[in-house]
C-alpha cells in the first residue's frame, strides 16, 4: 500500500504551477501522514502469527465379515399320542343304617323324662315363687296387725292381769303329723316348719301362718296340719277364752 501510494500518478506527474512548492509539500505531509496512520494500524492490529488451519475430520470404515448362520435344523414330526382309557371304579352301593328299636324307645323315653323333669322345675320354681309372695302377704298383715293392736293398747286402759290358769285346762287333744312332700323327698331335703295361730274357744286353731325360716315344701302340708289340731279351751273364771300366739313346729326327717 505504501508503494502504491509514493508511485501514485498522481503525485509524480502532477503538472507544475506557480504553487509547485506549496502543493509538494501538502503532498508530502499528506503521504507521511498517510503512512505514519497505516503504520499505526498495522501496529495496533495486525499480527504476524498466522490462524492455523483446522485440520479435516476423517471418518475412518471397516468391512467386517459375518459368518454365515447355520442352517436350522428340521422340525421333529408330531407323533400321535393315544390317552390313556379311563378306569372305572364301582361305587359301592349305600348301605341304609338299621336302627335298634330298643334302642330308639329308650332315646325317646329319656327325651320325655328330660322334658317332664324341665316341667316339674319350671312348676317348682312357680310354686316356691307364689309361696314367697304370700309368705311376704302374710307378713306385711301380720305387721299390719301389730301395729293396729298397738295402736289400740295405746288407746285404752290396760286392764288388770288375769289370775293365774291351770296348765291342765289347755292341753292339745288330737295333733296330726304333716305328710311328707313327694318333691322333697325326691330330692332328699330336710328341715323345721313352725306355724303360729290362734285357739279359739271350741278348742280350734284360727289363722294359722307359718314364721320365717320355713322351707316353701313344707309351707303347705304344715298348715293343713295345724288345721287339724284340737286343744281344750282355756278357762278363765268359769269362761273360755281364746289363745293367741300358739305356736307349734313340724321337723321332717327322712328315715
Same mark, same amino acid.
Given at each position: 500500500?505504501?508503494?502504491?501510494?509514493?508511485?501514485?500518478?498522481?503525485?509524480?506527474?502532477?503538472?507544475?504551477?506557480?504553487?509547485?512548492?506549496?502543493?509538494?509539500?501538502?503532498?508530502?505531509?499528506?503521504?507521511?501522514?498517510?503512512?505514519?496512520?497505516?503504520?499505526?494500524?498495522?501496529?495496533?492490529?495486525?499480527?504476524?502469527?498466522?490462524?492455523?488451519?483446522?485440520?479435516?475430520?476423517?471418518?475412518?470404515? !471397516?468391512?467386517?465379515?459375518?459368518?454365515?448362520?447355520?442352517?436350522?435344523?428340521?422340525?421333529?414330526?408330531?407323533?400321535?399320542?393315544?390317552?390313556?382309557?379311563?378306569?372305572?371304579?364301582?361305587?359301592?352301593?349305600?348301605?341304609?343304617?338299621?336302627?335298634?328299636?330298643?334302642?330308639?324307645?329308650?332315646?325317646?323315653?329319656?327325651?320325655?323324662?328330660?322334658?317332664?323333669?324341665?316341667?316339674?322345675?319350671?312348676?317348682?320354681?312357680?310354686?316356691?315363687?307364689?309361696?314367697?309372695?304370700?309368705?311376704?302377704?302374710?307378713?306385711?298383715?301380720?305387721?299390719?296387725?301389730?301395729?293396729?293392736?298397738?295402736?289400740?293398747?295405746?288407746?285404752?286402759?290396760?286392764?288388770?292381769?288375769?289370775?293365774?290358769?291351770?296348765?291342765? !285346762?289347755? !292341753?292339745?287333744?288330737?295333733?296330726?303329723?304333716?305328710?311328707?312332700?313327694?318333691?322333697?323327698?325326691?330330692?332328699?331335703?330336710?328341715?323345721?316348719?313352725?306355724?303360729?295361730?290362734?285357739?279359739?274357744?271350741?278348742?280350734?286353731?284360727?289363722?294359722?301362718?307359718?314364721?320365717?325360716?320355713?322351707?316353701?315344701?313344707?309351707?303347705?302340708?304344715?298348715?293343713?296340719?295345724?288345721?287339724?289340731?284340737?286343744? !281344750?279351751?282355756?278357762?278363765?273364771?268359769?269362761?273360755?277364752?281364746?289363745?293367741?300366739?300358739?305356736?307349734?313346729?313340724?321337723?321332717?326327717?327322712?328315715?
Amino acid at each position: 500500500m505504501t508503494a502504491m501510494i509514493m508511485h501514485s500518478p498522481m503525485l509524480t506527474m502532477a503538472p507544475r504551477g506557480p504553487s509547485g512548492f506549496w502543493r509538494n509539500s501538502l503532498a508530502a505531509s499528506l503521504a507521511v501522514a498517510l503512512h505514519v496512520g497505516v503504520l499505526a494500524a498495522l501496529m495496533l492490529s495486525w499480527s504476524t502469527a498466522q490462524t492455523p488451519v483446522q485440520a479435516p475430520r476423517v471418518m475412518h470404515t !471397516q468391512l467386517v465379515m459375518m459368518p454365515a448362520a447355520p442352517a436350522p435344523a428340521p422340525a421333529p414330526e408330531p407323533v400321535a399320542v393315544t390317552p390313556p382309557e379311563p378306569v372305572v371304579v364301582p361305587v359301592p352301593a349305600a348301605v341304609k343304617p338299621t336302627v335298634d328299636p330298643l334302642i330308639q324307645a329308650q332315646k325317646l323315653e329319656k327325651a320325655v323324662l328330660a322334658r317332664k323333669r324341665v316341667e316339674e322345675k319350671k312348676l317348682e320354681q312357680q310354686q316356691e315363687r307364689l309361696a314367697t309372695e304370700q309368705r311376704n302377704r302374710e307378713l306385711e298383715q301380720q305387721r299390719a296387725e301389730q301395729q293396729r293392736l298397738a295402736a289400740e293398747k295405746a288407746r285404752t286402759v290396760t286392764p288388770a292381769p288375769a289370775p293365774a290358769f291351770d296348765s291342765r !285346762q289347755y !292341753q292339745p287333744l288330737s295333733k296330726e303329723a304333716p305328710d311328707y312332700p313327694e318333691r322333697a323327698l325326691d330330692k332328699n331335703i330336710e328341715g323345721d316348719c313352725s306355724v303360729e295361730y290362734t285357739v279359739n274357744t271350741q278348742g280350734r286353731v284360727e289363722n294359722p301362718r307359718v314364721l320365717e325360716g320355713c322351707h316353701p315344701l313344707f309351707m303347705r302340708p304344715s298348715l293343713a296340719a295345724a288345721n287339724t289340731f284340737r286343744y !281344750q279351751p282355756r278357762m278363765v273364771d268359769g269362761k273360755a277364752v281364746p289363745v293367741p300366739a300358739v305356736r307349734n313346729t313340724f321337723h321332717y326327717r327322712i328315715k
